[in-house]
């Protein structure tokens, strides 16, 4: 499974926006690049995903470098509640045909100050 | 609340012993998923079933079985634990076998406590 590099920590101010990191520089091109979060406390949950294109929903943007090699999620104005950890996860477009498992890293712990 | 539910939340048990844990899929989800959370591991994916059958596997120990029945619910069976089994395990359902656009939901998680 390819690899992603993410920051271990990031701060940032309420009602700011913040820009997390992924570094992928071994992702091929039948992967597709993850986002969950886990909320202190809770289970992970799914934030978002894209291919190549960048991609907005109702919770966040994700950014995707022309080469892929790497991708920031956007939170555009964060909020206590989004004091989590954040997990960015390659996953394989044929993931189908050999199950839907999640490979997380060690994600990026964000703290929000109010 | 993502509909996953999973019983009990809090378990203690000796080493040595088996324990049995329980999880029930979003309504109309076929896939479950079983990850182990501990504080050196990080989160571990164990094992996936579609519909019944096992799909994938991951680092799950010999001493772990599960099964998915027919009414799709699922069990996770530690037997002969260890201290080591220590951690929150977690399950999550999908609709589909884990393609893209399948994401999981998760549920809040067993806290297993071995003394």
């Known amino acids: 499974d390819a690899k992603t590099t993410q920051p271990n920590s990031m701060e940032s101010n309420e009602e700011e926006p913040v820009h997390l990191p992924c570094n992928h520089s071994?992702?091929?091109?039948?992967?597709?690049i993850h986002w969950y979060r886990q909320l202190p406390s809770q289970g992970p949950e799914y934030v978002i995903h894209g291919l190549t294109s960048n991609v907005n929903n109702r919770m966040a943007s994700l950014a995707i470098a022309e080469d892929r090699k790497s991708s920031t999620l956007i939170l555009h104005r964060a909020t206590l509640r989004d004091a989590a950890v954040y997990y960015c996860?390659?996953?394989?477009?044929?993931?189908?045909?050999?199950?839907?498992?999640?490979?997380f890293g060690q994600g990026t712990e964000l703290s929000v100050k109010p | 609340d993502s509909g996953v539910t999973q019983t009990p939340k809090h378990l203690i048990t000796a080493t040595g012993q088996r324990v049995t844990l329980r999880c029930s899929p979003r309504s109309g989800d076929l896939s479950v998923y079983w990850y182990q959370q501990s504080l050196d591991q990080g989160l571990q994916f164990l094992i996936q079933y579609y519909n019944g059958e096992e799909r994938a596997k991951g680092n799950i120990l010999e001493r772990f079985s599960a099964q998915q029945f027919p009414d799709l619910h699922s069990e996770l069976n530690l037997s002969s634990l260890e201290l080591g089994d220590s951690a929150l395990y977690f399950c999550?359902?999908?609709?589909?076998?884990?393609?893209?656009?399948?994401?999981?939901?998760f549920g809040p998680g067993t806290r297993l406590t071995v003394l």
């Open positions: 071994t992702i091929s091109g039948t992967d597709y």
């Open positions: 999550a359902s999908s609709p589909l076998a884990g393609g893209q656009g399948d994401e999981q939901f």
């Open positions: 996860i390659l996953r394989d477009i044929r993931g189908s045909s050999q199950g839907g498992k999640l490979i």
